[in-house]
């Protein structure tokens, strides 16, 4: 009976991600998301079944809940020293919240540790932008002293961010 007890869990899991894939394929999100809530409780340390409950919340529009599962994985995969499959999932919570200046900010600073120096500038400049426009003077002069200490060479950050949304307004 004790050795039968790990294939009882492997088919219960079947099962249950089975249930969960048939509600999602039907547009049921909410009842999938329920199913796949059960199966983490279940598989605590399971990095799958956290992205396919992230998926599954970006998909019905929660995408606070989804950034939060996301975040669950982002902050696995740093632990592990994983940053490429980091790197993968700030993209995709960028690509859900692209508002987000702590994901912009994230984002840029890994692309820039992994020699990505060029995706890492234009995050960082879209980033200065989004500080423009929330008028976060504080948060932008913070930022652009961390751009002249990352990329000596480009002492003309401000002036371009600048140059870039006054190019901004006048197409609106």
């Known amino acids: ?9 492997d088919g219960a899991r079947s099962e249950f991600e089975a249930i969960g894939k048939h509600y999602s394929s039907n547009g049921f999100f909410l009842k999938a998301i ?3 809530k059960k199966l983490q409780v279940m598989f605590p340390g399971d990095t799958a079944i956290t992205l396919t409950l992230a998926g599954l919340n970006e998909k019905h529009g929660l995408v606070a809940n989804a950034l939060a599962e ?14 490429e499959d980091a790197i993968k999932i700030l993209e995709k919570m960028h690509s859900i919240d692209q508002k987000n200046a702590a994901i912009k900010l994230k984002l840029a600073e890994a692309y820039f ?3 990505k120096q060029d995706e890492s500038y234009a995050i960082f400049s879209q980033l200065a932008s989004l500080l423009l426009e929330r008028s976060d003077s504080a948060g932008f002069s913070k ?13 003309e950050f401000t002036l371009e961010v600048l140059a870039e949304q006054v190019e901004k307004g006048a197409e609106n």
């Open 34 to 36: 329920a199913v796949f």
């Open 143 to 155: 930022l652009d002293g961390r751009i002249k200490e990352l990329f000596p060479v480009k002492p």
């Open 113 to 115: 540790h992994t020699g």
């Open 70 to 83: 996301y975040k669950q994985v982002y902050d696995y995969y740093e632990k592990e020293l994983n940053s």
């Open 1 to 9: 009976l004790h050795d039968a007890l790990p294939i009882c869990i």
